[in-house]
């Protein structure tokens, strides 16, 4: 499938966005634009074409259309159509590509510390099925309300609006099988039992939970974005910072409470995944209790 791909942040932008209907009959009209245009069809069939691909926009489906191309009707619709259209923009560089499959490990390109955002990759298939149309109509009705209000609040949720309506169609297109739904869920709450072990590894977790392990990492990967390694070192990270805010334990106790008994390994893994060491993060509490 064809797909954009930009990385996050920075955010997309919404530019203009409303309803919009062809009576039996009509085409839309061919043009080069300079911005993307997301046309979702409401009711109707609408006929498009873009880089010599042509494609039948039913109802519940989408179509995103990429700036810089050439495009427009090649057919004239065969009944009364109707449409919600956006025109939005990528600050930041993307790529268009084809991918055979894609999930939620491919999604999270790095993490966030105290002092750093986390990246991530936005990845829309660019024409695509709406299963739970419900939902997306609702979004566009609201986004579309907001066209009557000047105010700059009002246009400030349209882009809030907007940035859902995209994640909307990322978790569209990234439906995971419910087996591996299921295994993962498994997997997880094992590790949420257990982190506090120092021997735990995903090959102990496949074999307490009865699956291949190779089966275990890979449906692990796909729902959370991390290997079953970085998800039980995220748990231990999580805890601690719990401790070193509440407790008065030493960074040793501390490391060995959540399953890890090396200490100076204990903070070299801190800082990898909160930018600052351990005994930085305690004194934080002490400027706020101050």
């Given at each position: 499938m064809k797909t954009i791909r930009a990385k996050i942040?920075?955010?997309?932008?919404?530019?203009?966005?409303?309803?919009?209907?062809?009576?039996?009959?009509?085409?839309?009209?061919?043009?080069?634009?300079e911005v993307f245009d997301l046309l979702a069809v409401k009711?109707?069939?609408?006929?498009?074409?873009?880089?010599?691909?042509?494609?039948?926009?039913?109802e519940g489906e989408y179509l995103i259309l990429v700036p810089g191309i050439k495009h427009g009707g090649w057919k004239e619709c065969t009944e009364d159509t109707?449409?919600?259209?956006?025109?939005?923009?990528?600050?930041?560089?993307y790529e268009t590509d084809r991918l055979k499959d894609f999930d939620w490990s491919d999604i999270l390109k790095k993490e966030s510390t105290y002092t750093e955002e986390a990246i991530f990759e936005l990845i829309i298939p660019t024409y695509g099925q709406i299963h739970n149309r419900n939902q997306f109509e609702t979004m566009m009705e609201r986004l579309n309300s907001l066209n009557l209000s000047g105010a700059?609040?009002?246009?400030?949720?349209?882009?809030?609006?907007?940035?859902?309506s995209l994640l909307f169609?990322?978790?569209e297109a990234v439906r995971l099988?419910?087996?591996?739904?299921?295994v993962a869920s498994e997997a997880i709450r094992f590790i949420h039992r257990h982190y506090n072990e120092p021997a735990l590894k995903v090959e102990g977790i496949a074999r307490a939970l009865l699956y291949h392990v190779d089966y275990v990492a890979r449906c692990v990967k796909r729902t959370t974005g991390l290997t079953p390694g970085q998800?039980?070192?995220?748990?231990?990270?999580?805890?601690?910072?719990?401790?070193?805010?509440?407790?008065?334990l030493d960074l040793e106790a501390v490391a060995a409470e959540v399953g890890?008994?090396?200490?100076?390994?204990?903070?070299?893994?801190?800082?990898?995944?909160?930018?600052?060491?351990?005994?930085?993060?305690?004194?934080?509490?002490v400027k706020r209790e101050w």
């Open positions: 942040p920075p955010l997309p932008v919404f530019i203009k966005g409303g309803k919009g209907s062809f009576r039996k009959g009509q085409k839309h009209f061919s043009r080069t634009f009711k109707g069939t609408l006929y498009m074409k873009e880089e010599g691909v042509s494609y039948e926009v039913k109707e449409i919600y259209w956006i025109h939005f923009k990528l600050p930041g560089s700059p609040a009002d246009q400030l949720q349209q882009q809030a609006l907007f940035y859902e169609l990322q978790r099988p419910t087996s591996a739904e299921q998800y039980i070192n995220r748990c231990r990270i999580e805890r601690a910072k719990e401790m070193l805010l509440s407790t008065e890890i008994l090396d200490r100076s390994y204990f903070s070299r893994l801190f800082k990898k995944y909160e930018g600052i060491t351990p005994t930085a993060f305690r004194s934080m509490r």
